[in-house]
């Protein structure tokens, strides 16, 4: 089997997986990770994050974006162009719903774009080599590609039953620097459990 054939059957896998996690569950464990995300980026001095907008079959970012907004970040989300993503700031009554993929985004104005120095990466699974596996359409490994120089760090989260023990990778994939779980943190000096 090859590795597009690999990562087709691992989303699978990880769609019916996520169909055993109850509501309550999903929102607690994203509160979770929303915390610890927050809790790592208050360490550093970068003050521009980029998130993503959860779709519902996503951990649940809003509650990291709240604690970003409240406490002063620059927040930005991205927006989808074409075959590339850019980022505007996030001003929560100035969205409008994609027509492509459902998602909620920024309306778009070239003087506001901006590039941050922090990404919180969205994944449909990862391994503990903090490899993620995306829905294949390639938008943060370019974007990634082309800001190598402004962007400081990635990080991510997943809950622990949608972890693998390996993702397929390509040459064009990139891992994340930090990915946080329920009960861990993997990062280039390894893993911190809590």
């Known amino acids: ?18 169909k055993s996690i109850e509501p309550t569950a999903w929102l607690t464990k994203s509160n979770l990770i929303s915390q610890r995300i927050f809790d ?47 980022f505007y700031p996030y001003l929560p009554t100035s969205l409008e719903i994609s027509d492509k993929f459902k998602i909620r985004e920024p309306l778009a104005s070239t003087e506001n774009e901006m590039v941050p120095e922090v990404i919180v990466v969205p994944g449909v699974t990862f391994d503990s080599f903090r490899q993620r596996l995306g829905r294949g359409k390639g938008y943060y490994d370019r974007y990634l590609s082309q800001h190598l120089e402004d962007i400081k760090y990635t990080i991510a989260g997943c809950f622990d039953e949608l972890m693998v023990s390996e993702i397929p990778t390509e040459s064009h994939d990139r891992s994340v620097d930090f990915l946080v779980t329920d009960t861990h943190i993997f990062s280039d000096s390894g893993s911190t459990q809590y």
Request: net charge positive; hydrophobic share 30%; glycine share 4%.
């Open 40 to 86: 790592i980026l208050t360490k550093t001095p970068h003050k521009s994050i980029g998130i993503f907008m959860s779709l519902k079959d996503e951990w649940t970012t809003d509650l990291l974006l709240s604690l970003l907004k409240e406490s002063g970040y620059e927040v930005s989300i991205p927006r989808v162009e074409g075959d590339d993503m850019r």
């Open 1 to 18: 089997m090859d590795t597009y054939e690999k990562k087709r059957q691992l989303r699978r896998e990880i769609a019916e997986r996520k």
